[in-house]
């Protein structure tokens, strides 16, 4: 099954599995997402859309079709593909100056991420200096 159904009530679930009369799957999980996915609120059908409006592109398509499962389980794995992607480009460009503007151009999750792991490589060099 897909473990994050345990944060759906049994009428949520019973409405996203039941099938809906043929409805496709991403408009039977869509009202639940939150509730299995943090700060996802919804899913278009190349990007994820936070709670707060920040945009991740997927980097692919969300596939069209009525299996639920199969729909969450791409949904679980093109997020976690697209962040892992967004902490690779910016720990390629390093923090400049204004760091404002460097962190309102990428992901939240992906450059807050970032930051940490230069701070965690300095201290690294630091004491590996003295």
Not at 50 to 65: F, I, N, T
Not at 73 to 86: E, G, I, T, W
């Amino acid at each position: 099954a897909f473990p994050r159904f345990y944060f759906v009530g049994d009428d949520d679930l019973l409405g996203m599995l039941g099938g809906g009369g043929g409805a496709p799957a991403a408009s039977r999980a869509a009202p639940h997402l939150a509730k299995m996915f943090a700060a996802i609120s919804s899913v278009d059908t190349s990007s994820l859309v936070a709670s707060d409006g920040e945009v991740l592109p997927l980097g692919q398509s969300v596939p069209d079709g009525t299996d639920a499962i199969a729909y969450l389980k791409f949904v679980d794995r093109a997020a976690k593909a697209a962040v892992s992607d967004a902490l690779k480009r910016a720990l390629l460009v390093p923090a400049p100056e204004d760091l404002g503007a460097w962190l309102s151009a990428r992901p939240a999750q992906a450059a807050i991420l970032a930051v940490q792991c230069d701070w965690a490589a300095s201290v690294d060099e630091a004491l590996d200096s003295n």
